[in-house]
Antibody, heavy 119, light 107 residues
């Protein structure tokens, strides 16, 4: 059974850097075709795809946020970390990580973690 | 970047009805890399359909997907009370792997 869980601060101040960790089980990020993605959802808004890291350490980022995002993996710990710099109140959202299966689709999602940006 | 436009924004329906949701892409979606997700309040999205047509594990056969290139649809043949939710399409063939803005099914 595949599970993912997001963790990190619930409150950050404007201009600070957000660091979120996705801890997963039930799959290995060294398996060909597998990846972990980050997606966020602002209050009352749609889903926004942020970043994806593949089993071979290839990475993809949202062009609009690329300068602020970094995604990394620690295969031995079954973790993926997303950092977002220069946080702003508009970045207030629920952040999800999700398992990308070898068919390329986001098959299982974590429960999400809510981050508020406020001074 | 491929922009996905879902229509309608909101649908008011009753249990037992048939419904078709639309997802239109600004450019062709490669290799049918189109998925549909269902999201209920306070929950994460759940995968329903992938590859435009294939149901995910455990998804009832009242859900079906169709379409190609730039026009895709999700059909629910007979609405059950638990189907009232928000539905999103996503293309995962070309990075960034964008989502539509969602369609809300309400009673």
């Amino acid at each position: 059974q595949i599970t993912l869980k997001e963790s990190g601060p619930t409150l950050v101040k404007p201009t600070q850097t957000l660091t979120l960790t996705c801890t997963f089980s039930g799959f290995s990020l060294s398996t060909s075709g597998v990846g972990v993605a980050w997606i966020r959802q602002s209050p009352e808004k749609a889903l926004e795809w942020l970043a994806l890291i593949y089993w071979d350490d290839d990475k993809r980022y949202s062009p609009s946020l690329k300068s602020r995002l970094t995604i990394t993996k620690d295969t031995s710990k079954n973790q993926v970390v997303l950092t977002m710099t220069n946080m702003d109140p508009v970045d207030t959202a629920t952040y999800y990580c999700a398992h990308r299966n070898p068919l390329a689709v986001l098959s299982v999602w974590g429960q999400g973690t809510t981050v508020t940006v406020s001074s | 970047e491929i922009v996905l436009t879902q229509s309608p924004g909101t649908l008011s329906l009753s249990p037992g009805e048939r419904v078709t949701l639309s997802c239109r892409a600004s450019q062709s979606v490669s290799s049918y890399y189109l998925a549909w997700y269902q999201q209920k309040p306070g929950q994460a999205p759940r995968l329903l359909i992938y590859g435009a047509f294939s149901r995910a594990t455990g998804i009832p056969d009242r859900f079906s997907g169709s379409g190609s290139e730039t026009d895709f649809t999700l059909t629910i043949s007979r609405l059950e009370p638990e189907d009232f939710a928000v539905y999103y399409c996503q293309q995962y063939g070309s990075s960034p792997y964008t989502f539509g803005q969602g369609t809300t099914l309400e009673i």
